[in-house]
């Protein structure tokens, strides 16, 4: 098997297409969830709704670990299989359901599912590409799973702004499950033999116990993750807050859509640059960077009221986050053995999305206790305190 993305183009493309319809289905929930809960349901803590976005956090990180755990043994497009299947009955769920219980068990599933397919996608690229474009590879696999989370988030938004906030924004759900279901099924193939490749030409030593190494032990794994657990915290917090703080300000939903779906969109879109750029200058100067600006604008957020000050505010986050999020994956791959490199970003995914846990746990407590505003802040500081010490740990 020959590595490489122009040797591998076909099937390269194909996980990238696969990879937006997983992004465009958590993007379905990201710009109406707060409106959803209070209209449907009359749930108007922001703890309660943020507790339903921990919920699908939990169940994604756990689904990463054990996607990275599993993927040699069970084989990367079988898992991503199973990810589709169990995407199905979601938005079934959410049509339907009475119960807002229904509702976090679906975003439960729904965890499950960009668990299993986007840590599926992510590993095959790297496996496909080698080391020479592991950034590009990166940039280009989030570009596309976060401009579809962000161009979903606006459709959403308008189908419930026109038509009401079920069933139809949840219609796309179908539709994106079924297409990345049967795309899996029939046209993606397995790239372990890929890894086998790769590793033949590796004099590098495997590690022991993969899991402590990527936690705590490498220091520049543990720095690289535990950025990226800060980085999902802040994220938790703009999906279940964002919303609650715009509404705050009396704008309608068609704006509030615009604003929070800008973010991912330029998310999406910055990484084509970063991630190549990745490939060419120190990842940790572009890690660092990124951290930074995402704490100066989660500060800076609740100073401004303005639609078009509050709409720079979500591009610049989004910028933020471009530069960090390809370059996370690829710096952990850059310190792995191929080997041991699924079970190594499986264990980073895993502490990244109980990011989300955290995040969406602890803005609610204190959105609930002292206000959003006061929820947005600390979120800032601990954003910064998160830049600070990756560009101390990191090697």
Request: hydrophobic share 50%; aromatic share 12%; proline share 3%.
């Amino acid at each position: 098997m020959e590595l490489g993305l122009a040797k591998n183009k076909k099937q390269f493309i194909l996980l990238v297409i696969v990879n937006a319809f997983v992004g465009g289905m958590v993007g379905i929930e990201r710009s109406i969830f707060p409106e959803f809960a209070e209209s449907v349901f009359g749930v108007e803590s922001a703890t309660a709704i943020l507790s339903s976005i921990a919920a699908f956090g939990l169940s994604k990180a756990i689904a990463n670990y054990f996607t990275g755990r599993w993927a040699n043994r069970v084989g990367r497009r079988m898992l991503l299989i199973y990810g589709w299947l169990i995407a199905l009955p979601v938005p079934f769920m959410l049509i339907y359901t009475n119960s807002w219980s229904v509702v976090v068990l679906a975003n439960v599933l729904l965890g499950i599912n960009q668990g299993l397919t986007w840590s599926s996608t992510v590993v095959m690229k790297i496996d496909l590409v080698g080391e020479k474009d592991r950034g590009l590879a990166m940039g280009l696999n989030e570009f596309a799973g976060y401009l579809a989370v962000g161009l979903f988030a606006f459709l959403s938004s308008y189908l419930a702004s026109s038509y009401g906030l079920r069933p139809f924004p949840f219609y796309l759900g179908i539709a994106l499950s079924a297409l990345g279901l049967l795309f899996s099924i029939f046209f993606v193939r397995d790239t372990i033999h890929h890894v086998r490749a790769e590793s033949a030409g590796k004099a590098e030593s495997k590690v022991e116990k993969v899991f402590w190494e990527t936690t705590w032990r490498n220091p520049t794994l543990n720095a690289i993750t535990q950025a990226g657990f800060v980085n999902n915290l802040n994220d938790g917090m703009i999906w279940g807050l964002l919303p609650i703080f715009l509404s705050s300000l009396a704008f309608g939903q068609n704006e509030i859509g615009l604003i929070a779906g800008a973010y991912p969109v330029v998310w999406g879109l910055g990484q084509l640059v970063t991630g190549k750029l990745g490939d060419h200058i120190r990842k940790k100067k572009l890690l660092f960077l990124g951290m930074l600006l995402q704490g100066v604008v989660i500060l800076a957020l609740p100073l401004f009221g303005e639609i078009h000050e509050l709409l720079s505010l979500s591009i610049l986050l989004g910028m933020g986050t471009a530069m960090v999020y390809p370059n996370f994956l690829s710096a952990v791959a850059d310190a792995t053995h191929p080997e041991q490199r699924a079970e190594s970003i499986g264990t980073f995914r895993l502490w990244r999305d109980l990011g989300y846990v955290f995040g969406a746990l602890l803005s609610g407590f204190i959105a609930d206790t002292y206000g959003v505003e006061y929820a947005i802040e600390s979120i800032g500081v601990l954003t910064l305190f998160s830049a600070l010490y990756l560009q101390v740990r990191m090697k």
